[in-house]
Structures are given as C-alpha cells and as structure tokens.
C-alpha cells in the first residue's frame, strides 16, 4: 500500500475498513474505531479501561496517529493507532523511520498504574510504622497464597531494614475457588477486635511455616490456635471470640475485598507502593527508588 521513500520507511500494519457509526460525532468516531480495534486485535481483556488521550497529523499521508491509554492491572500503556479522517480505516502496527520506531516514541514507555490512596481506606487496617514514613506500602494479600509467604518474608526483612522509612498496611484478598468461604481470614480480622500487636502476632504466626500447615486444618483447631497464641501473650480471648461471632471478622474481609475490586486487584500479592500499583514482592532496588524520591 505504501512504497518505501527515500528516508527509509518500513510499516508492519493490518488495514480495517469501518462502517459509520451512528450517533457519533465524527471526532467521537476516530477515538471509537481506534479503540475497538487495538481492543480486538490485541485481545485486551474488557475490564482494562480503555481511553483516548489525543490525535494528530502523523507520518503516513492521509491518517491520523490516535494515542490510546489502556489500563492494566499494574500499569498504564499507551498505544498508537493510524486511523484516516473518515473513521473508516485504520493500520495497526509500527512505523519504523531509519531504523527508528516512530510508533513506540510517540506512545512513550509504560509507567506504574497510579492509585489514589484515599480509596485504599488505610485507616480502617492494620498498619506498621510511623505515621511519618516516607513509604507507605499498601499490600492486599491472602493466608493461603505460598507467593504471599514469600512477599511476607521479604517485607518483614525489608521493615527491619527501614524502620523509619515504611508504613506497611495489610489488606485481605482472599482468592478462594467458587462457593469455599474465607474462614481463615475472618478468623484472622477478627483478631483486631482485641487490639492490633494481638492481629500481628496472629497474622506472622499464620505465615510461618506452623501456620501454612495449620492453614489446612479445619476451623475449629485454627480457632483453638488462635486463643491460645492470645492466651500466652495476655490478650483478651473474649473480644477475639465476640468478633468472630459477631461477623465483625467477616465484614472486615468484605470490606477490603471491595477495596481490591474497586481498584482492580487480580491476584496476591499485590502492593500499592506510595501509590503505585504494583504486581508481586517488592525488592530492596524498588524500594530504594521510591526512598531516594
């Protein structure tokens, strides 16, 4: 379709023709095209939002270059997509402009999904750390996740490492198969009913290699676990047991599952680093990043 000039073009496409759509303006139509396009034939699942962003006069005579956003769960990319002023036809691909990549200049490299923190609700979870602190980790998680026992035992080496410099706050996601409920992790919030130290030392019993084992125990031997760690340290076994028979464990679940939802958590460990949606453990070199910012 396009000969090769003198500059060196080289374009890998795939050309759509469109029909109109009705009801849209003409420039609601570019952006329309464009997205339904890059959707299918990237095959970008339906709940990663899609938007435009801009248009302009690109390099192919006669077509536009429409930059595209999608959201992913840990990231935000964009996309350039070549459509002409019609809205009827459209090249998906990548321009290349001696031995440039002209297409991927333009959409720019991916950047961390940015969260707002108000809609975490940090106030209403356990936390760790100043109030202060320079980093605020949020982590939706799940006692019977193995790569949540892993991302525990880094962040607890990583807490000791930077006492002054992370808030650590913990958020159930519990991922269970269809119709088995999340006992475990009631039980465990139940626990902050009684006060927080008693959820922590509940919760790092749970990710010990004792507590993954007694994770596949029936509810009633998790429960007697659970008072007796309380016993030992002095707490108050009754508020434990109120919680739990209250539904107030239950409801703390809920709550932060629908917090994970809202933003999109797909699977745990998941940790929003000041903001920053990000997929799996967090490493010292990450965190030393957000630190020096």
């Known amino acids: 379709m396009f000969k090769k000039t ?4 080289i374009f890998l496409f795939g050309v759509a023709f469109f029909l109109p759509f009705p009801g849209f303006t003409q420039e609601d139509k570019i952006a329309q ?4 396009y890059a959707r299918n034939h990237y095959r970008i699942p339906k709940d990663f939002e899609m938007k435009f962003l801009e248009k302009k006069e690109s390099q192919i005579p006669g077509f536009l270059a429409v930059k595209l956003l999608v959201s992913a769960p840990d990231r935000d990319v964009s996309v350039v997509v070549y459509v ?11 321009l290349f402009i001696k031995g440039e990549n002209v297409t991927r200049k333009e959409a720019g490299e991916p950047k961390p999904r940015k969260i707002d923190m108000g809609l975490l609700e940090i106030e209403k979870s356990p936390r760790r750390g100043p109030a202060g602190a320079k980093v605020t980790i949020v982590e939706f998680s799940n006692f019977q996740c193995p790569y949540c026992v892993k991302s525990w035992a880094q962040m607890k080496d990583l807490l000791g490492k930077y006492p002054q410099d992370i808030k650590y706050v913990f958020k159930n996601f519990p991922l269970q198969a269809q119709g088995i409920p999340f006992d475990l992790s009631a039980m465990v919030s139940a626990v902050q009913e009684v006060n927080e130290d008693a959820f922590w030392a509940v919760h790092d019993f749970m990710f010990t290699d004792e507590g993954q084992a007694l994770a596949k125990e029936n509810q009633e031997v998790v429960k007697q676990k659970i008072e007796q760690i309380l016993k030992e340290k002095g707490y108050d076994v009754r508020a434990f047991q109120n919680g739990l028979e209250s539904g107030k464990g239950k409801k703390r679940v809920e709550e932060d599952m629908a917090v994970g939802k809202k933003i999109r958590v797909r699977g745990t460990p998941t940790t929003i680093l000041n903001g920053s949606f990000i997929v799996g453990p967090i490493t010292d070199k990450m965190l030393e990043g957000y630190l020096r910012k």
């Not at 095209?33 to 339904?36: D, N, R, T």
């Open 6 to 9: 003198a500059c060196g073009v």
């Open 33 to 36: 095209v464009a997205i339904e």
């Open 84 to 94: 002409d002023p019609t809205g009827e036809k459209i090249i998906l691909g990548n």
